[in-house]
């Protein structure tokens, strides 16, 4: 298949990313052209606007990409049920779990229901599959509560599997110890030994407590999920994924999720993975990056998604549409 690489500035552009400033900080418009789509599948009823950041070519290039809706899947990489009122909880007084902080946690539980969920419930009935990735592998509480690769919705026993998991989240207690408030620092290199025995996010036994990781990582409550929707397992590998997704007739995912910088990137259901086998779009402001040292992921996430452009097609939730 010949692709023409005709570039068509765009006369007026206006910024990207703009729709949800409070989470993203937008993007503004330098030289920007207009391109031929990528993907153009016969029945692309599913429009989905995308941009990339070309230096040889001086800018950002767009173009309109036609998907079957039937072979579209989207997928949430690590909405994390923590600090969301399913029982799961940051360990105190110095534990790390998720974007690491309750208050980085709840900030981006508000995003997941502002955007990803609305986004989510909207194409539900256009795509081919709803997807989510979460840690570990299946257990007998979440294989109530969740279809999966092994799991059909049929097999569910809902109401059991959420009594199960209240149970087990409310009796644990969520202590860690405090701070290390004592340790050797090497004669010649201090700095290095100093960052050795204080990494910037120790998530082990010391700070969240033996036994912490594994707990059944539930859904975040910010996603309103159906039956019908699957979730994938980290400790499971992406072979699990890409053979059934496969089987499904996927060929196109749009993903979303947490953490852009990070999961997004490298887990089991990051684009690096996917990115073999599947045609991606990454739904930007479907997306948060880490943000430490800030109290706002703005300009994190902005840099990251200006960082996957330069290899991937980003696109935005009111870029994806369905036509009549």
């Not at 990528?38 to 001086?58: C, E, I, P």
């Not at 690769?149 to 110890?177: H, I, M, R, S």
């Not at 700095?191 to 996010?201: D, E, I, K, L, N």
């Not at 990781?213 to 859904?219: I, Q, Y």
Request: one cysteine or more; glycine letters at 8%.
């Amino acid at each position: 298949m010949q692709y023409i690489n005709s570039l068509i500035p765009v006369a007026d552009p206006q910024p990207i990313l703009a729709d949800f400033p409070e989470y993203i900080e937008p993007l503004q418009p330098e030289r920007r052209w207009q391109a031929p789509p990528v993907v153009n599948d016969a029945g692309g009823l599913l429009r989905v606007r995308t941009w990339r950041y070309w230096y040889n070519a001086r800018g950002i290039v767009e173009m309109e990409n036609r998907l079957d809706p039937a072979a579209t899947a989207v997928m949430v990489v690590h909405p994390w049920g923590i600090d969301d009122g399913y029982g799961l909880r940051t360990p105190e007084p110095a534990g790390c779990g998720f974007l690491c902080t309750k208050e980085k946690n709840a900030l981006t539980l508000a995003h997941t229901r502002e955007v990803i969920d609305p986004f989510l419930q909207r194409l539900r009935p256009q795509v081919a599959m709803i997807g989510y990735s979460l840690p570990g592998s299946e257990d007998p509480i979440r294989k109530k509560l969740y279809a999966s690769v092994l799991t059909e919705p049929e097999d569910l026993d809902t109401a059991q599997g959420e009594q199960e998991l209240a149970q087990v989240l409310g009796a644990w207690d969520f202590t860690g110890q405090p701070l290390i408030d004592a340790f050797e620092l090497d004669e010649e290199i201090p700095v290095r030994a100093y960052f050795a025995q204080t990494p910037s996010t120790d998530a082990g036994d010391r700070y969240n407590g033996a036994g912490f990781w594994e707990l059944p990582m539930p859904l975040s409550s910010g996603i309103t999920h159906a039956p019908q929707d699957r979730v994938f397992y980290d400790g499971e590998g992406y072979p699990k994924v890409r053979d059934y997704l496969r089987a499904r007739g996927i060929r196109h995912v749009l993903l979303c999720g947490y953490c852009t910088d990070m999961c997004v990137i490298t887990t089991t259901c990051g684009y690096r993975n996917l990115e073999q086998d599947f045609n991606i779009f990454l739904v930007g402001d479907a997306t948060l990056a880490t943000f430490p040292s800030s109290t706002t992921p703005r300009f994190a996430t902005q840099a990251s998604l200006a960082n996957a452009a330069l290899m991937h097609l980003v696109t935005q939730v009111h870029w994806v549409r369905a036509e009549e």
